[in-house]
């Protein structure tokens, strides 16, 4: 994996997971830029102070007008970045009928979930697929969740969201693959039910609607988590190629049932990634 890459975008690396991905990348020596919204500056720029070289970008993904000046403005200052990780989101609970959402938040949930990433992946995979067919191998990462291949019923927005984001890497990596280039990989991060302020607003209740925080399911400790996704990062194809998809627990869970499923019958088609 190392050798994979030196220059990594990290899309929402001010808190959780994105955090933890930043600092981890930033240890094994990658030059690593961080980006979150305004309201994330400060922690970004502590960020920035206990990881030097690092370099930040406060920018909100789910401002969509400014998405492609954004993009042009990283790549004009990071010509060789040879790596994206789209790791931004935002998760809503609530009940279609005993209470509806409002439509501005349904809106937002859906333009940073799925049509944020889609775009950040247009206006990078072409710099990406460049470089890559300059000699230099490339990555796109893009998160979706374990909640893409098992829904639950109190993320009624999320859980569609992330489906999207799940389909959409595998129609980018059969894109990728009629190019002939095989310098550049397309991967999916699948990350389990994690513990970080993703749902802090909600847990209570989401815990109470199974039971009890006794009987609700837990979440995997973010240091586990990102161990276990390292662990499975390393585990590279024999060309040095990365894995379609980087799934840790219910992740990996379901990746498998689709890879043991829908993806055969991509293959029978002529289809397949």
């Known amino acids: 994996m190392s050798s994979r890459i030196d220059t990594i975008l990290i899309i929402g690396a001010a808190t959780g997971i994105g955090e933890s991905l930043a600092h981890r990348f930033h240890a094994l020596g990658k030059k690593v830029i961080a980006t979150g919204r305004e309201q994330s500056r400060e922690a970004l720029a502590q960020l920035a102070r206990d990881l030097p070289g690092l370099k930040f970008r406060v920018w909100d993904l789910a401002d969509l007008g400014k998405m492609r000046q954004e993009v042009e403005s990283i790549l004009s200052e990071f010509p060789n ?4 990780l789209v790791n931004a989101g935002i998760q809503n609970h609530y009940d279609m009928f005993m209470q509806p959402p409002d ?3 349904v809106i937002r949930e859906m333009t940073l979930n799925l049509t ?3 775009l950040a992946a247009h206006y990078f995979a072409p710099h990406l697929l460049a470089l890559a067919r300059s000699g230099t191998k490339t ?5 979706s969740s374990s909640l893409a291949y098992f829904p639950v019923p109190f993320y009624p927005t999320y859980c569609p969201s992330k489906a999207g984001v799940a389909a959409f890497v595998k129609v980018l990596r059969m894109q990728l693959q009629a190019t002939g280039c095989t310098n550049m990989n397309v991967v999916e991060i699948v990350p389990p039910y994690v513990d970080t302020s993703l749902n802090a607003a ?3 209740q989401t815990d109470a609607l199974q039971g009890g925080s006794d009987k609700a399911v837990q979440p995997m400790p973010l240091e586990e988590y990102i161990e276990r996704f390292f662990a499975a990062l390393e585990e ?3 060309d040095g190629s990365l894995k ?3 799934g840790v627990g219910f992740g990996a869970q379901g990746a498998a049932v689709w890879n043991d499923g829908f993806r ?3 293959t029978g088609s002529g289809m397949s990634e």
């Open 81 to 84: 970045l040879d790596t994206v």
């Open 103 to 105: 439509d501005a938040e």
């Open 116 to 118: 944020a990433p889609i």
């Open 139 to 143: 990555n796109m990462f893009l998160t």
């Open 202 to 204: 909600h847990r209570a």
């Open 236 to 238: 590279t194809a024999p």
């Open 244 to 246: 379609n998809e980087i």
């Open 264 to 266: 055969k019958l991509l």
